[in-house]
Structure formats: structure tokens, C-alpha cells
């Protein structure tokens, strides 16, 4: 089959992609959430776990797919988020769960949409086009709530406050007001707030993507994650919530651009 090659070099973006996968025994989902991600779309693409100390082979796969690999020891979704924006090299950072959920398929429709909307920041929509199976009835109340609740307390109009997708410029992070805050789940909702209240509803905007039924185990406590999500909303309100920890990757945190992953030696 001929091939136009300046046809095919046009659609390259030129711009550099980091898409960050937090993990913790995902050994069942990572290999296929990574195979799934397409490729030759831009300019450089680095695909990136952070690792929560996984007791299975969730970094073994990772390695063998070709992914950067950077264990954070220190517990917590949001913490490992805190990390990995910090040592992303990519311009670009998309977001996404380890377990096959969101649809990697559009990762580049989304950064060319960014790029040519001059957006800052892009969230995904998963209640809208989820599919069957995609979340039990009690996530799907759970997720409801807790939007209502934040659109309620922020006025800020995002429809879905829980979903792990993102697209946004590694630079929104030079202005310490968006850098997040919580080490825990509610770092998800807590990156919507911000963007909408330091980038503006113009540079931050929502689309709705597909959300499928998750591959392998579930990390998530459903009650008591609820809850500190829950109470995180009302205490960002009132300005009454704590950051643990500072912003950003341990210098002794194994990397295997190093060469000091386990699984290396």
C-alpha cells in the first residue's frame, strides 16, 4: 500500500506527550491499557506508571511494554499524581487509570484539540457515554453525589468531578495556585476546581468520552473514599483543608530511567 509520507508527517503533533498511569496491582489491566495507547502521533510520547509499591508484576509488564517506571512510595492516588506531574517530561500531560476504563483512542483527538483551541486544560466526561457494566449502581450514585455536590459548593459547571482523564499543559503547574493539593482521591476533583478557577471556564473545558468496564480488581474503597471525597468538598470551600506533603517526586524515588527499578536488575 503506498504511503504519502508528507500526508503522514503532517498529522504528527508536534509537541511532546507524557501520558501518566497511577498503579497499584494492575498486573491483569496495565499491559493492554498500555498496548491500547496509539502511537507516531507526535512528536515525542512517553508512557509513565507510578507505582504504588505493587506486590504483583505490575512493573515487570510496564517494562516490557517500554514504559517509564517511577516507584512512589508514599500512599496515595493524588500523591502519586503530585509525583509524576513534577518528573513528566512531555509539554502534554494526559491522564488515565490503569484498567482499561478510559478510551485511549482519542488521546490524540484530545491534545490536538487543546493545541488548536488554545486550551490549558481538558477533563472528561465518563457519565455520559459510559457503557453497560461500566459502574455498579452504587458508583454511579456515588459519582452523581459527589458532582452535585461540587457543582453546588464551586458553581463551576463540570458535570462529571470524579473522572481520572485530563489533558492539559505541563505549565499550568509554573502557577502554585494549580498545583493540587490532596495525596488521596480527592485529587480529582480537587484539578477540576482549580482549572476552572485559575484558568477560566475558556481554557478549561469538558468533553465527553466512553467509559468501559474495568479489567482486573479494584484498588477503590467505595464508603470511605466517598467520604473523604465528600468531606474534601467541603472543607476546600471553607478553605480548611491541609497539604501533607510538598509538591512533587522524592529525589530517591527508583525511576527506571535510572536503571534502579527491582525489576531491572
Known amino acids: ?21 497511577p498503579t497499584r496491582n494492575e498486573e491483569e489491566a496495565v499491559g493492554p491499557t498500555i498496548d491500547s495507547i496509539p502511537r507516531g502521533w507526535c512528536d515525542e510520547l512517553e508512557i ?13 509488564i510496564a517494562l516490557e511494554k517500554g514504559a517509564r517506571v517511577h516507584i512512589e512510595p508514599r500512599k ?7 509525583s509524576g506531574f513534577d518528573i513528566a517530561k512531555g509539554d502534554i500531560i494526559v491522564t488515565m487509570d490503569a484498567d482499561c476504563t478510559y478510551p485511549a483512542e482519542v488521546v490524540p483527538d484530545l491534545v490536538k484539540r487543546l493545541l488548536e483551541d488554545e486550551l490549558d486544560f481538558i477533563t472528561c466526561d465518563r457519565l455520559t457515554l459510559a457503557e453497560a457494566g461500566s459502574m455498579s449502581g452504587i458508583h454511579g450514585f456515588g459519582n452523581w453525589m459527589l458532582s452535585f455536590n461540587a457543582r ?43 482549572a476552572r478557577k485559575h484558568l477560566g471556564k475558556k481554557k478549561a473545558i469538558e468533553i465527553s468520552v466512553p467509559y468501559r468496564p474495568r479489567v482486573g480488581d479494584a484498588e477503590i ?24 506533603s510538598e509538591w512533587g517526586a522524592l529525589p530517591d524515588n527508583p525511576d527506571s530511567l535510572n536503571g534502579d527499578i527491582p525489576e531491572q536488575k
Do not use: C
Open 152 to 194: 453546588m459548593l464551586f458553581a463551576y459547571g463540570i458535570k462529571d468531578s470524579q473522572s481520572g482523564m485530563w489533558v492539559f499543559r505541563k505549565n499550568i503547574f509554573d502557577n502554585p495556585k494549580m498545583r493540587p493539593t490532596n495525596d488521596g482521591m480527592p485529587l480529582s476533583e480537587e484539578m477540576k476546581i482549580l
Open 221 to 244: 474503597h467505595t464508603w470511605g473514599d466517598g467520604w473523604k471525597n465528600l468531606r474534601f468538598l467541603y472543607f476546600k470551600r471553607v478553605g480548611l483543608h491541609r497539604t501533607r
Open 48 to 60: 509513565m506508571i507510578v507505582d504504588g509499591n505493587s506486590e504483583d508484576k505490575t512493573r515487570e
Open 76 to 82: 496515595g492516588y493524588g500523591r502519586a499524581y503530585r
Open 1 to 21: 500500500m503506498y504511503v504519502n509520507l508528507a500526508e503522514f508527517m503532517a498529522k504528527v503533533l508536534p509537541v511532546s506527550v507524557t501520558i501518566i498511569l
